[in-house]
């Protein structure tokens, strides 16, 4: 009984350890193709635009006479 207690055990842990490690695969798999894609569309786009930023003048005028 104990050995056939132990076939069964070993069966169930087969077929979850492989059913464990396809999905979790190809979740991480997604993962890395989702975050090496956002990387992508992050460096082509311009989203600041350092030479059209024009410099603001200070309005607040000294009295340089006293």
């Known amino acids: 009984m104990e050995d056939f207690n132990k076939k069964l055990k070993e069966r169930w842990q087969t077929k979850r ?3 464990f490690n396809w999905t979790s695969l190809i979740i991480k798999v997604m993962i890395l193709v989702a975050i090496l894609y956002t990387i992508n569309r992050l460096s082509k786009s311009d989203n ?3 030479t059209s930023s024009s410099a603001t ?3 607040v005028q000294v009295d340089s006479l006293k």
């Open 57 to 59: 003048q200070d309005t």
């Open 17 to 19: 350890k492989k059913a």
């Open 48 to 50: 600041i635009q350092w």
